[in-house]
């Protein structure tokens, strides 16, 4: 029984981290879509540096509904595989 959990909670870590991984791939694929490059050189639009760290400074609870919404659908991904 132990042998079995353990190959579970293998088997659905690797999920999670797989889910994980492709969640961070396409927030990385998003954000270097919204740099502009010079030689090579990615830089960031300073409307959404500014957006970014207000909501990364936000607590939750406190985001409006739509920064809400976006993060809920990150989490019924993770929510799929449970």
Same mark, same amino acid.
């Given at each position: 029984?132990?042998?079995?959990?353990?190959?579970?909670?293998?088997?659905?870590?690797?999920?999670?981290? +797989?889910?994980?991984?492709?969640?961070?791939?396409?927030?990385? +694929?998003?954000?270097?879509?919204?740099?502009?490059?010079?030689?090579?050189?990615?830089?960031?639009?300073?409307?959404?540096?500014?957006?970014? +760290?207000?909501?990364?400074?936000?607590?939750?609870?406190?985001?409006?509904?739509?920064?809400?919404?976006?993060?809920?659908?990150?989490?019924?991904?993770?929510?799929?595989?449970?």
């Amino acid at each position: 029984m132990i042998t079995i959990k353990k190959e579970i909670s293998s088997k659905m870590r690797e999920k999670i981290a +797989k889910t994980q991984h492709d969640i961070w791939a396409h927030w990385m +694929k998003y954000l270097f879509s919204c740099c502009d490059v010079y030689n090579g050189i990615h830089v960031l639009n300073s409307n959404k540096v500014r957006r970014w +760290k207000r909501q990364m400074e936000t607590p939750y609870n406190e985001l409006t509904e739509a920064e809400k919404e976006s993060d809920r659908e990150q989490a019924d991904k993770i929510l799929k595989i449970l």
